[in-house]
């Protein structure tokens, strides 16, 4: 009898499980919070495939992030973010294709789609993955391994959290990106030699000068290069700083970013008698610094450091009352060599880029195929609930060991149905297409 019961049971529910999914006809439309890595997309424009025109056009300010992002979502992408600096201007989201993107993108910069579709990068999928992962570990920037790059991107994940888009697909991906900036750069040597002129020329002084936390710096001159080892100070800002210039405008600029005084260039004997590091940049070919000034000094170990050209520090300043002199030329084949050093670890930070992008897609795969056994076997869990609902009547002449067993082979009927699909969405190399079809035959996109 139970045989016979059997037979019967498999045929009532293969017919329940088919004809509900048949009840349901495919979604048409896409729904943003059942997305797979395939609706992983980005769109930008960077210093390697782009001009500045257009980047400057594409950038956002700090007001528009929010209201950006959320009008992304309103449009129904399900997760984004905005990465955007001075050297690149890229949107990441889970959405179905690039198209909303695009059009989001042309009313916050005022160009046509059509144009930005031309004219950006478009990625999808691994692809993007592969992307974020070379950012983080700055391959993609203009320094080649620079670290800049990672708090850019913390902010730009920090503002899309805050704004509530970015959920379980983002957020694995960016984790992921920046662990695997973190490898590259503790297992290569692609970020240690410094390329920068100004932050060369600051570690060199810290290290003749033996640091710089007790020591006194002069900087003479107020413009880009004398502030870009102003920046490189702001986190290593020796004792005592004085900034000197001709320019008062550019002297109140100065005293805004670093904690000292400011003064004129009439003061620069007696400054540079009570600094232990001097770094000079003024413009126009102007000597500040000559031998008889430094002669006429206490003598002292001092650190010189001429970020002009043409000099404003003669080079027989070197040696004099013990000075120790650091020229932008020497300071330039200095960064040429590092970034020499830097191309050498580029091959060995590519692979652990591609080995972690791999584990990355296989990460969201599997969790993607996760969620498509789970709703299979919820299905499949209705279905048996609901053959031994139909039964029951049938089943009342049934005593307690027999219901039993026609329970039993319910269940392992569905169950036997479900095991091939199971089984394929299992295997990394077919869950792709067993998802589809597991989604289309049973309708599953309502439950996922």
């Known amino acids: 009898m139970v045989a016979r019961y059997n037979e019967v049971i498999f045929a009532g529910g293969l017919c329940t499980l088919v004809n509900e999914a048949a009840a349901h006809s495919p979604s048409e439309s896409w729904h943003p919070a059942k997305s797979e890595i395939e609706h992983l997309v980005s769109l930008g424009a960077t210093i390697h495939s782009s001009c500045a025109e257009l980047r400057g056009s594409m950038a956002f300010s700090d007001s528009c992030f929010e209201p950006f992002l959320t009008s992304l979502v309103s449009r129904g992408v399900a997760e984004c973010f905005v990465l955007s600096t001075c050297n690149r201007v890229e949107l990441y989201a889970v959405a179905r294709n690039h198209d909303v993107l695009l059009q989001a993108l042309s009313a916050h910069c005022g160009r046509p789609a059509e144009e930005l579709s031309r004219m950006l990068q478009k990625r999808k999928g691994p692809e993007v993955v592969s992307h974020l992962f070379s950012v983080c570990s700055g391959i993609d920037s203009a320094v080649l391994g620079e670290t800049e790059i990672v708090s850019q991107l913390k902010t730009g994940w920090q503002i899309a959290e805050d704004a509530g888009t970015v ?46 936390h007790d020591k ?123 970034s020499a050093k830097r191309m050498e670890a580029l091959p060995a930070a590519k692979f652990i880029v591609a080995r972690e992008t791999a584990k990355a897609v296989q990460t969201l795969r599997s969790r993607t195929a996760s969620s498509c056994i789970k709703a299979l076997v919820e299905r499949g869990d209705r279905v048996v609930e609901n053959t031994l609902a139909h039964m029951e009547p049938k089943m009342r002449r049934l005593d307690d060991s027999e219901k039993s067993l026609v329970r039993e082979a319910v269940r392992r009927a569905v169950g036997g149905l479900l095991e091939d699909p199971i089984t394929a969405l299992k295997d990394p190399i077919e869950n792709d297409t067993a998802r589809a079809a597991a989604l289309r035959i049973f309708d599953l996109e309502g439950a996922l």
Not at 172 to 197: F, H, P, Y
Not at 285 to 292: K, L, P, Q, W, Y
Request: positive net charge; proline residues 2%.
């Open 167 to 212: 959920g379980p697909i983002l957020g694995t991906v960016l984790r992921m990106a920046l662990a695997t900036g973190k490898r590259v750069r503790s297992e290569t040597t692609i970020s240690r030699a410094v390329t920068s002129i100004a932050s060369l020329a600051m570690r060199e002084a810290s290290r003749r000068a033996k640091g710089l």
């Open 216 to 338: 006194r710096l002069l900087i003479v001159g107020a413009g880009a290069a004398a502030m870009s080892a102003v920046k490189y100070l702001v986190e290593h800002l020796p004792a005592e700083a004085v900034v000197l210039n001709r320019s008062p405008m550019n002297l109140r600029t100065s005293s805004t970013l670093i904690r000292g005084t400011v003064g004129t260039l009439e003061q620069i004997k007696e400054e540079v008698d009570r600094a232990d590091v001097i770094v000079t940049a003024v413009g126009s070919g102007m000597t500040v610094i000559e031998r008889a000034l430094v002669e006429s000094c206490s003598k002292k170990a001092r650190v010189f450091i001429d970020l002009a050209v043409p000099a404003n520090i003669k080079r027989d300043v070197d040696g004099c009352n013990s000075a120790v002199l650091l020229d932008i030329e020497g300071l330039k084949r200095e960064c040429q060599l590092n």
